[in-house]
């Protein structure tokens, strides 16, 4: 444990307890004294390892600033409390002073302010349930964490039920249900107010399933009766390839060859000398990707998909979440001409009536727009606009008549020779 050195005497941390209300979140100060309030240490104990060294930390409403104090103990290199009760910041920046910690304290209102950098640990804890929209808190705060999002959050209690006039039938319902429940009053009780009360699932949900930057949330219970911790591990790539292009266009054999380097020159382009250790995962297949740190990953990608699922632009499908969490992307657009695809997308079908799994509509479908030209050069386009956007390496590949390359300015010139 980091020891600071305590510039205040005994009298003057005296005269300051004595002073100041901080009873809150007990808060260990020098000469044996305490500020008094809940003890939070077996939280703590959970949401932060032992070693913060070299980590950075935000705490959003912070009070004064138990939380902060114990990451830098933990070796944190820069913790900052955020609040928007100035009068919590000022307390909170004397205890930092009379513990001779480096904790820097804003004062900063969450849903109107701007987090302006990323954290390796975001904590929420206790207030995402007082804010008017804590959905679009919530993503201001997935978009700040690095590593690690930690919230404390609400959930409906017995004592909340009877308040709100709530049936128990209707309470257990509610618990098992993904709800965020809008209290009518916004009081819970005489001194705080409660605006929403999220169960486990709501949250589990919101992180999990309307977006894709976690692999994986932990839900556990914490020392405050009907309030629960969720611990959400953001995904961490290196190095991401996106290996995209419309069902039955060969992405899979593509990407296949390119593990067994058997495309050196597309390789190559892609500034890659070996592919055999890349992990792959199909975008309908999240779910299997449960490690937070993955060093080098392929993407299957296919471009048709914001049109199935009703998201219609690539910025709303949430498969491509992904990209904000990687180092270096990098995009790979396999051209195959329509003809092709129909005869690939055929064989394709008839492989899986073999199989018994016929895709019969959605086959057709493909099939009747896999006959228009236009169309298909349409969606291309759209994906690689969209792909130019995001400033990183693109190629476009054809494997039809030898392996082609292009750059995504002259994948036109690429189609018009074939
Ligand atoms: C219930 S306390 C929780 C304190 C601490 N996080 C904990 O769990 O011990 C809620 C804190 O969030 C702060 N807060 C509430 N709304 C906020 C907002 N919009 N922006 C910043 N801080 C806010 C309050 O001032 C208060 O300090």
Redesign the pocket.
Known sequence: MIVFNITWSEERVREFLQKENLS??NIEMPYGLSTGGDD?SSTCKKILPDDLTGKTVL?????FG??CIEAIKRGARKVVG????PE?IRKARMIADCLGMPITYEL????TDRIQEKYDYV?C???LH??KDPIAVLDRLIEATYENLIL?VASLGPRDRKRLKISLFTSMLLKHLPVLFISGNGRSSQF?DHKFFITQSAIRRLLMNHQNMFASVNIEPTEFKDRFIAIAAKRRIGKLLVVAGPIACGKTTLIRKLQNNELPEVAGCLNVDDFSSWRTVNARRFDELTDPVIDKLILYYDIKRPFFKNTKVYERDVALDILKNAAAVSFLTLWTPPDILIEQLDKKEQDKSRDGRSTGKKYQKLRKAYQDFEKIRTIYSDWIEFCQKQSAKHIVVSVTDGVRISTDENWKQLVMEQ
């Open positions: 809150y979140q939070r705490d959003i409403g912070c009070k138990y939380f955020i609040d928007f009760d919590n900063f209102d969450i849903e904590l804890l206790n207030v007082h804010l404390e705080r």
